[in-house]
């Protein structure tokens, strides 16, 4: 396989303007994920979280949105977790969409405050019962010694909740990212493609179109 020889040209959508898109990229956001939850794209939710580490290097990985409140993106973690560490140090983030079915994607860059408590166990309370226990067996981002060792963990959890409802662990928690710039890329042929920042100037979004 040559990956230099790997083409695709993007032609699923007509030409994207100022006009097609909201005042509010939050908004906007709502907009193309129901596009592609429509389209059942795999896991539409699906974003990357890059943040930076107390070495000053970032760290990327995936992660679930969890819900658009108030102008934020809201995901859940271990609070002990590489990313929640990195958060915890420094709020500064930058959250990526990408739909290939759909050729778009999404940028959003911005600061992470950690949600309430209670707000975060409402959400706990609604998953599913192998999650709820999972996020109690896990040391998440922490080295193990082998798989056995983490359903060694697991089998003590479920014999401690067994019968009883699983209550959210104090190291659980969520985040909700405040974007402070937004971009919205949808391709185009000959990698042509549309690109559209929103800042935040103040309490007001500004618009433009950026050169693919």
């Not at 739909?99 to 609604?126: C, I, K, M, N």
């Amino acid at each position: 396989m040559e990956l230099a020889d790997l083409r695709y040209d993007y032609d699923a959508h007509p030409p994207l303007e100022a006009a097609d898109l909201a005042e509010d990229p939050i908004d906007q956001l709502e907009r193309w994920l129901a596009d592609a939850l429509a389209s059942e794209v795999i896991e539409p939710h699906a974003m990357s979280l890059t943040t930076i580490g107390p070495d000053g290097a970032p760290g990327t990985r995936m992660v679930l949105l969890r819900g658009l409140h108030d102008g934020t993106a809201v995901f859940y973690t271990n609070l002990e977790s590489r990313k929640a560490l990195d958060l915890s140090a420094d709020p500064r983030c930058a959250l990526l969409f990408w739909w290939g079915p759909l050729q778009r994607q999404v940028r959003l860059e911005g600061r992470a405050v950690p949600l309430p408590r209670d707000a975060a166990s409402t959400y706990f309370a609604t998953r599913p019962r192998g999650s709820q226990l999972g996020a109690w067996a896990s040391p998440q981002s922490r080295p193990l010694r082998d798989r056995a060792a983490l359903e060694a963990r697991l089998a003590e959890v479920e014999q401690r909740f067994d019968g009883r409802d699983v209550p959210m662990p104090p190291f659980w928690g969520g985040f909700a990212v405040t974007p402070q710039a937004a971009e919205f890329w949808q391709g185009r042929p000959s990698r042509l493609h549309d690109r559209f920042l929103y800042e935040r100037d103040g309490g007001v979004w500004r618009r433009r179109r950026l050169a693919p």
